[in-house]
Structure formats: C-alpha cells, structure tokens
C-alpha cells in the first residue's frame, strides 16, 4: 500500500532481484531503489484505508467513499476487482485480521445504530482468486435497551453556499417522523484532516430512543474525509455551514 503520487492510495508490488543484493554499514550507502508497479490503481473518488492477503490470492480493500465504508475482494495476480463484500452495510470498517495461508479473514465494523460487529468470510482452500467466501456474523456487541433494527441512519448531500456537495447524516428511530417535531441534535465538524465517520455513542443513541430526537452529523470540509487536497494558493479557509 502506497501513496506515491496517489493521494487517495494504491496498491503496489517490485519484482526483486536478491543476485544484486549488498551489505552496508548504513541505509544511505543505498543509490537505487526498486521499480514500484501498480497492481490496483489509485481510485480518484475514494480513499483505500486498509488492506488484507488472505487465502494465497485473494486482496481485501478497504475504501472509504462518500464517507462510507465499502470493502473489496480483489484478485492477487491481476489486479481486477471481483466482489464487494458486505454490501449493504453502512458505516466504518476499522479492522482487516487475517493471513495468506489463512482461509479465512476476520473484518470489525461499526455504525451510528450498532456498537461494533466482527464478521468471518471463509474460502475453500486452494481456491480460485474469484471464488466466492461464506459470509456470517461472528460477534455482535449488544447494549440494553437499544436494538439496531429499531432505527435507521441515512446518508443525504446538500450543496454549500459556494456549490460545493457536502455528506451528512441522519439518525432516527425508525417510527420518528421528519416533520419539524422532533428536537434535533446537529453537530458538524471539519479540520485537521480528522474525519467525522459513522460511530455508535451510547449516550447519543440513548437520547434518540429516549426523547425521539434526531441526530444530524454534517461531515464539513476539512475533515479529510475525501483524501488529503493540497493547494498551491494560501486563502481563507472555508467551510460548509
């Protein structure tokens, strides 16, 4: 995984050859370094987190696009994606364990309505670089009173002042209408490329279940939330409201 000339980052190999090998007294005696290839190309509109090898062939990515997390199956040897996994899942995978010689891979994976979820993907031995993993849930963290398939959190966009599209997030019991009548909790946040990605907070999921209210998470610009973006020009900052 790099981020040579690929902000938002890629995945890379170099073929090495151990008939030039050497040994120094120290790194900088080094004058040449290996040719980095591409295997899978930068993504221009998402941001690759993490990566797994597990299973001899098989490439798990870890995105993030629109804030969101998306994880990918992707052949080793050509690069070419094959599957997402999990594909309805919203929110933030934070965890890719597993190894090559592992059939088997384990993904922690949180959201503003689950308090963190550890599923098992498990592929036949030796299999083919497409072939499909089993697929179930592992472990669950539960907490009292609140049960996930009671609310729903649902990302929408809106258009700053100055045109630019900006993500937040609405989290509600499911029975909670948008007319006007709930009380509303809106929080936004954007700098020091720290981004705002969907998380369970007890005491703020707690005040949704108990009062009816609704929770609005505005992912405002400089949170990094859609890669490091560098300017050669020095303004005022400006910021989604």
């Known amino acids: 995984m790099s981020n040579k000339d690929a902000p938002n980052s890629k995945v890379v190999y170099a073929d090495l050859d151990f008939s030039q090998a050497k040994s120094v007294s120290h790194p900088v005696e080094?004058?040449?370094?290996?040719?980095?290839k591409d295997l899978v190309p930068?993504?221009?509109?998402?941001?690759l987190v993490d990566v797994g090898l597990v299973n001899g062939n098989k490439l798990l990515l870890n995105y993030t696009r629109d804030i969101i997390s998306e994880l990918w199956q992707y052949d080793l040897q050509s690069g070419q994606q094959v599957r997402r996994l999990l594909p309805d899942f919203v929110g933030t995978i934070s965890g890719i364990s597993g190894r090559r010689e592992d059939d088997e891979a384990f993904v922690y994976a949180t959201s503003y309505v689950s308090p963190g979820s550890t599923?098992?993907?498990?592929?036949q031995k030796d299999s083919a670089a497409r072939a499909e993993p089993n697929e179930r849930l592992w472990l669950a963290t539960k907490v009292a009173t609140i049960n996930p398939e009671d609310f729903v959190s649902e990302q929408i966009f809106f258009n700053s002042q100055d045109g630019t599209r900006v993500p937040l997030f609405v989290v509600r019991h499911k029975d909670t209408k948008l007319d006007g009548t709930a009380p509303c909790w809106l929080y936004?946040?954007?700098?020091?490329?720290?981004?705002?990605t969907p998380s369970f907070s007890p005491w703020r999921m707690t005040w949704i279940a108990q009062y009816g209210g609704v929770l609005v998470d505005v992912s405002a610009r400089g949170g990094g939330e859609y890669g490091i973006k560098v300017s050669t020009a020095m303004s005022e900052p400006t910021f989604a409201a």
């Open 30 to 36: 080094f004058k040449t370094s290996v040719e980095l």
């Open 42 to 47: 930068e993504q221009k509109d998402a941001n």
């Open 119 to 123: 599923f098992r993907f498990t592929w």
């Open 188 to 196: 936004a946040y954007g700098g020091f490329n720290i981004p705002i």
